[in-house]
């Protein structure tokens, strides 16, 4: 559609612009302008003017300007082009089309607008009417005033099979149909869709009719829905609208939040509590396309879903709905109301007080499900517990975004770590005196004297050490040795890594037995050599000098924080690295049967250990910057407290 600037301008210029605010906002004549308090946020005295003359609103507290059209987005909540037509039809002036097609579309639309709110005055007729007794009589069980029901419109359908088509005498059944307010029978006569009902309009942003939602005033009747909604039609997607979203938009915009419940009388009776920022899905699980409707009114939605088994699957679908589509700043929080309470019952319980600690106490997004998954399976043995943190990471594996998808990752692990790896009471234990049989690593609780090590095990665990390990192993071995608790969160990449390298599997148990064994403990076990005689760091082999250590996580005095985030690195790049070898190696072998394509894979491959390689040295380097830094703040004549004595 061509809007040309021409054509805008002569739009502005024919709306008054202090009416179209007027309508939401009490304005104050102040000379020529207009002033009021500022819609867009709280203040006690005016800073907001309106201008006719010159076209455009401005507040001098928040900011907030724009013209027409800028107020019918921003407060009202319309898309531009919404916003455009209404103004338009306001101020008699057609709005360009851009084709035939899309003119016809238009059109249709139009009238079925028109079907739609000539049904709904019918309704309402009828619910102030003879036959509209016992609907009344409901709403008043209800506790449902009067003003509430004008102010969302309820109506009621007779039981009549063809009381609509009598009453819309004056559109074409075929309208009727396409408006979802008859149903086509292939082999009988078309019948009303919605009977013996009570009524409620669903609008669209612009508060235009657009569909309706029934709900049965007959309990006996079991085989009948208890809430029936219009189908989808040209004008209703049930999937990309919510109830009360054209009321909730202003009101958003005054609270900064919006709330989002499970049926139509949840909406109303947060309404009438006082809480107007309310909307509710139509019959379905909230949808991706109604979660991005949310986030244009409020960064961090309000979910409010019953505390029975049916709210708590509605919560987790929405959850695992939203993770995709995470972004900065945005997400949805979600408040469980007790077991077997709905709004309405908890107003009457507890009052706008009780409803608002619920509020208060809303959780996460990352809490919901975390809980969901905890709960999902008994975790009564590893494989329970692997089983988790597979769906948990499944679940970081949807979101597109790097920064979420890393920060999500890194705190259901700690999450998992804690739980897989408790923190257990400190341990008297103490290891054998007699020599072990056979090699391997065994522990010890406490901090026991470096004791020295029996003639020639300095010399074999050196030996053993520098033929199957690099300086890269070492250190991820030493580091999680240094940091125990931080065993279990890379239990995953250390299991790969042991397949990729059989050689190292009984480091890799026996690491893995550390980190069960501490629990995150400040208590961590010390690592033996094979002969219990002392510690493997009186050695030298596999946890080398804190002051020559070439990666920052080995250094006494590092930041535990940085320590932990260079560890979790270095184990990462320990786990790519058999998996790129092996691939680098594969493709090489396919040169005589596939050149061309062999190149550029290899190309590809070199490239990325070239990327490993220099990341390494990144790592290596940032030691030594930090080390060179702290020789300078020791100032001349001083020794840094890891510096080595020289002979």
């Not at 499944?394 to 897989?420: G, N």
């Amino acid at each position: 559609m061509a809007l040309t600037p021409q054509w805008l301008d002569e739009l502005r210029a024919r709306i008054t612009l202090s009416t179209v605010i007027g309508r939401t906002t009490k304005l104050t004549r102040a000379g020529r302008e207009w002033k009021a308090c500022c819609p867009f946020h709280n203040e006690k005295s005016p800073s907001f003017t309106v201008s006719d003359e010159k076209g455009f609103y401005h507040c001098f507290g928040c900011g907030a300007h724009g013209d027409a059209i800028r107020w019918m987005t921003d407060q009202r909540g319309l898309s531009f082009m919404d916003a455009v037509q209404e103004l338009a039809a306001e101020a008699s002036l057609e709005v360009p089309r851009p084709d035939p097609r899309a003119a016809q579309a238009a059109e249709q639309r139009s009238g079925l607008h028109e079907v739609m709110q000539a049904a709904q005055d019918w309704f309402v007729a009828n619910l102030q009417g003879p036959g509209g007794a016992r609907a009344r009589e409901y709403l008043k069980g209800r506790g449902i005033d009067g003003h509430t029901i004008e102010r969302f419109g309820f109506g009621y359908a007779p039981p009549d099979r063809n009381a609509m088509k009598a009453a819309l005498g004056q559109f074409d059944e075929a309208m009727l149909v396409e408006a979802g307010l008859r149903i086509e029978a292939e082999q009988r006569e078309n019948y009303d869709r919605f009977r013996d009902r009570l009524m409620l309009p669903i609008q669209d942003a612009r508060g235009r009719v657009i569909a309706f939602g029934g709900r049965i005033l007959d309990a006996e009747k079991k085989d009948a829905p208890k809430y029936l909604n219009s189908p989808d039609t040209p004008l209703f997607d049930k999937g990309r609208n919510l109830y009360n979203l054209h009321r909730a938009s202003a009101a958003s915009r005054q609270t900064g939040s919006v709330h989002v419940c499970e049926g139509y009388m949840d909406v109303i009776a947060l309404a009438a509590a006082g809480i107007e920022d309310a909307v509710a899905p139509m019959g379905t699980a909230v949808t991706e396309q109604q979660i991005e409707l949310l986030w244009r009114l409020a960064d961090k939605p309000v979910l409010c879903f019953d505390g029975d088994a049916a709210g708590q699957r509605a919560a987790i679908r929405a959850a695992t709905r939203a993770l995709p589509l995470l972004r900065p700043g945005h997400s949805l929080q979600f408040a469980t109301l007790p077991a077997g309470l709905d709004p309405d019952d908890l107003l009457r319980r507890e009052g706008r007080a009780g409803l608002d600690r619920v509020l208060a106490a809303a959780t996460s997004l990352l809490e919901v499900v975390w809980h969901h998954e905890q709960a999902a399976l008994p975790l009564t043995g590893p494989e329970d517990k692997a089983g988790l943190k597979a769906r948990l990471l499944a679940h970081v594996e949807t979101i597109a975004q790097p920064d979420i998808a890393a920060l999500y990752r890194r705190e259901w692990l700690d999450r998992f770590s804690a739980l897989a790896f408790p923190k257990r009471e400190k341990s008297d234990w103490q290891p054998r005196q007699q020599q072990p049989r056979g090699g391997g690593i065994r522990f010890q609780f406490g901090k026991p004297a470096l004791q020295p090590l029996l003639p020639g095990t300095a010399e074999r665990l050196r030996h053993e050490v520098d033929a199957r390990q690099d300086p890269l192993t070492s250190a991820v071995v030493a580091g999680l040795a240094r940091h125990p608790d931080q065993i279990g969160r890379h239990m995953e990449a250390l299991l790969r890594v042991a397949a990729a390298q059989p050689v190292l599997k009984p480091l890799v148990d026996a690491l893995l037995h550390l980190g069960e064994m501490s629990g995150g403990g400040a208590e961590a076990p010390v690592l033996l050599d094979a002969g219990g005689a002392g510690p493997i760091s009186g050695a030298g082999t596999i946890l080398p000098p804190p002051g020559n250590a070439p990666f920052s996580f080995l250094q006494e005095g590092t930041d535990p924080v940085s320590a932990r985030e260079d560890l979790a690195e270095a184990v990462a790049l320990l786990a790519e690295r058999p998996a790129l070898e092996a691939a680098i190696a594969a493709v090489t072998a396919r040169f005589d049967i596939d050149p061309e394509g062999a190149f550029a894979e290899q190309q590809r491959l070199r490239k990325r250990k070239l990327a490993f390689d220099v990341r390494l040295g990144q790592m290596a380097r940032k030691r030594a910057v930090e080390a060179a830094d702290e020789q300078v703040d020791t100032g001349p004549g001083e020794r840094s407290p890891g510096a080595q004595e020289t002979g």
